[in-house]
Nanobody, 121 residues
């Protein structure tokens, strides 16, 4: 499975971005998909995950602002990010896996390259 993340960019605080993660090589319809992020000098951080059946999970600081979704026909997962804050600035990574505990890196088997999100104040 190859994952290609896109949609990052520069946005002002309060703005929105939608990240996409397109999978290729095989279908990921029976995989859970997740988003993580890493800011300079900070730990790799769980953002959100969606199970193969559509169940969702969010880190507390993203609840109410971020929405994860998937389009199995397009083999793609999305992360809609609203009300962005400067502290959301990071490289965002998508991942696919069929393991338990989707809040941890070890829950995933495949990772995409990151896409940079920069939120200006």
């Amino acid at each position: 499975v190859q994952l290609q993340a896109s949609g990052g960019g520069l946005v002002q605080a309060g703005g929105s971005l939608r990240l996409s993660c397109a999978a290729s090589g095989r279908t990921v319809n029976n995989y859970a998909m997740g988003w993580f992020r890493q800011a300079p000098g900070k730990e790799h951080e769980f953002v959100s995950a969606i199970t193969w059946s559509g169940g969702t999970d969010y880190a507390d600081s993203m609840k109410g602002r971020f929405t994860i979704s998937r389009d199995n026909a397009k083999n793609t997962v999305y992360l809609q990010m609203n009300s962005l804050k400067p502290e959301d600035t990071a490289v965002y990574y998508c991942a696919a896996g069929r393991n338990s505990n989707l809040r941890l890196d070890r829950g995933y088997d495949y990772w995409g390259q990151g896409t940079q999100v920069t939120v200006s104040s």
